[in-house]
């Protein structure tokens, strides 16, 4: 496996693996690697010819209360374990190559980054949106891979690929969970056990909704309030949002019909989680 610092580095890399005729799979992450992630690469390697694999707690998509500081790191673990699963190239850019002094060049998508988490984290999605389009403009994938888990990034994602015409197809895989149904998530390192155990609620009350509405259920605003009374229900729980939308707008709907994505947003602790079901009524 290739470790890759430099934005010319990687560019000349990707250059060459184009000239050799070699598909390019490219697969964005924060690090502190897990199944979740495993699963995206997998993905990668079963589509393309070469994977890369970005490491990069990228500043501009934290706010300035957000965890950007402590969010866990581990290159090292990282490193053997992406060796491990058969991974071409990680590229592990710093902060000053990303945004060289000088830097100023956002990119927003109206109408789509203000609503779920972007309403609780201002700016987020704007930071998200500049540092994918970065990478793509420096690997050049063909395919590019994201988690289900982000819905509303994943959403974002494909507009910017869309409306800027780039010709890296966005790939959107399964949302992965532990056993016991707790989204998978760097961030879930810092639970405490009594923190762990309460943050089941979240996937508890998402299967609930899909049984309800499987039952028969119709109502958006009655799932959507029974999902908060749950997570209230649970002393440890502090609800953002809880939303049952249009996965193509993101648009709150009233009724469950068709394509509908129940999203939801909490913290336990300082901990911010979040889940979401994708139903098709
Ligand atoms: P992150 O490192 O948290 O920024 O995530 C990097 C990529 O992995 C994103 O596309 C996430 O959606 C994806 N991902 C994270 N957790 C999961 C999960 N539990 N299941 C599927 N994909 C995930």
Same mark, same amino acid.
């Given at each position: 496996?290739? =470790?890759?610092?430099?934005?010319?580095?990687?560019?000349?890399?990707?250059?060459?693996?184009?000239?050799?005729?070699?598909?390019?799979?490219?697969?964005?992450?924060?690090?502190?690697?897990?199944?979740?992630?495993?699963?995206?690469?997998?993905?990668?390697?079963?589509?393309?010819?070469?994977?890369?694999?970005?490491?990069?707690?990228?500043?501009?998509?934290?706010?300035?209360?957000?965890?950007?500081?402590?969010?866990?790191?581990?290159?090292?673990?990282?490193?053997?374990?992406?060796?491990?699963?058969?991974?071409?190239?990680?590229?592990?850019?710093?902060?000053?190559?990303?945004?060289?002094?000088?830097?100023?060049?956002?990119?927003?998508?109206?109408?789509?980054?203000?609503? $779920?988490?972007?309403?609780?984290?201002?700016?987020?999605?704007?930071?998200?949106?500049?540092?994918?389009?970065?990478?793509?403009?420096?690997?050049?994938?063909?395919?590019?891979?994201?988690?289900?888990?982000?819905?509303?990034?994943?959403?974002?994602?494909?507009?910017?690929?869309?409306?800027?015409? =780039?010709?890296?197809?966005?790939?959107?895989?399964?949302?992965?969970?532990?056993?016991?149904?707790?989204? =998978?998530?760097?961030?879930?390192?810092? =639970?405490?056990?009594?923190?762990?155990?309460?943050?089941?609620?979240?996937?508890?009350?998402?299967?609930?909704?899909?049984?309800?509405?499987?039952?028969?259920?119709?109502?958006?605003?009655?799932?959507?309030?029974?999902?908060?009374?749950?997570?209230?229900?649970?002393?440890? &729980?502090?609800?953002?949002?809880?939303? &049952?939308?249009?996965?193509?707008?993101?648009?709150?709907?009233?009724?469950?019909?068709?394509?509908?994505?129940?999203? $939801?947003?909490?913290?336990?602790?300082?901990?911010?989680?979040?889940?979401?079901?994708?139903?098709?009524?």
């Amino acid at each position: 496996m290739k =470790l890759v610092t430099s934005v010319a580095g990687m560019k000349a890399l990707a250059r060459q693996w184009r000239k050799d005729g070699r598909r390019i799979g490219l697969v964005p992450t924060m690090g502190y690697l897990h199944q979740g992630h495993l699963s995206l690469i997998r993905e990668s390697r079963r589509r393309t010819d070469v994977t890369v694999v970005s490491i990069f707690v990228n500043p501009t998509q934290f706010g300035p209360n957000e965890d950007f500081k402590k969010y866990p790191r581990d290159l090292k673990k990282d490193s053997a374990y992406l060796r491990k699963a058969g991974v071409d190239c990680l590229f592990h850019p710093d902060a000053a190559e990303v945004y060289p002094p000088g830097y100023r060049t956002y990119v927003q998508v109206e109408g789509l980054e203000d609503r $779920l988490c972007g309403r609780s984290r201002p700016g987020h999605f704007r930071g998200v949106a500049t540092v994918v389009l970065k990478l793509f403009d420096v690997v050049g994938p063909d395919l590019a891979f994201f988690g289900a888990k982000d819905a509303q990034q994943v959403l974002i994602i494909r507009r910017v690929a869309e409306d800027l015409n =780039l010709d890296t197809e966005v790939v959107t895989c399964p949302l992965v969970r532990e056993a016991d149904g707790l989204a =998978l998530s760097s961030r879930n390192s810092y =639970l405490s056990a009594e923190e762990r155990k309460a943050a089941l609620v979240l996937s508890r009350s998402l299967r609930w909704a899909e049984r309800a509405v499987a039952a028969g259920e119709r109502d958006a605003a009655k799932v959507v309030a029974s999902i908060r009374a749950m997570i209230e229900a649970e002393p440890l &729980a502090r609800v953002d949002y809880v939303e &049952a939308v249009d996965p193509g707008t993101l648009e709150p709907v009233a009724e469950l019909h068709s394509d509908v994505l129940i999203a $939801l947003a909490a913290y336990f602790g300082k901990t911010r989680l979040i889940d979401n079901i994708s139903l098709n009524v």
